[in-house]
C-alpha cells in the first residue's frame, strides 16, 4: 500500500496545527485522518528532527507497509517560510 505523506505549517505567533504538534505530539498518541466517507486511525511509532537541507528519504517512500508521515517546519525561524529544522512523525494505522 504505501505511505501517505502530509504537511502541518508553523507560524511564528504558535497559532497553527504545526505549532500544536510540536507542543503536543508524541509517540504513542493517536492521529485520526478525516476524510470522505471514513475516517482512519493512526498510532504515532517515531519522530524525527533533522536539519532543513537534509533530506529525509524515509518519509518519501511509496512502498512497504501503511504508514502517515507528517512534516513541520521547526527550529529557529530564520526568515519568512524559513527554519532550521524539520520535524517529522512516522505513524501506523491503529483500530
Known sequence: FGGVRRTA???????AVG???????????????????K???YRVVDKVVVDADRTLLRY???????RLGIVV????????GQWSKRT??????SA
Request: a positive charge; aromatic letters at 8%; one cysteine or more.
Open 73 to 80: 517546519c521547526s527550529g529557529k525561524r530564520t526568515g519568512p
Open 88 to 93: 517529522v512523525w512516522f505513524a501506523k494505522p
Open 39 to 41: 475516517k482512519i486511525c
Open 60 to 66: 518519501y517512500r511509496l512502498d512497504g507497509p501503511p
Open 9 to 15: 505549517h508553523g507560524w511564528p505567533d504558535g497559532s
Open 19 to 37: 505549532n500544536r504538534m510540536l507542543k503536543k505530539r508524541k509517540i504513542g498518541k493517536r492521529i485520526v485522518v478525516l476524510g470522505k466517507p
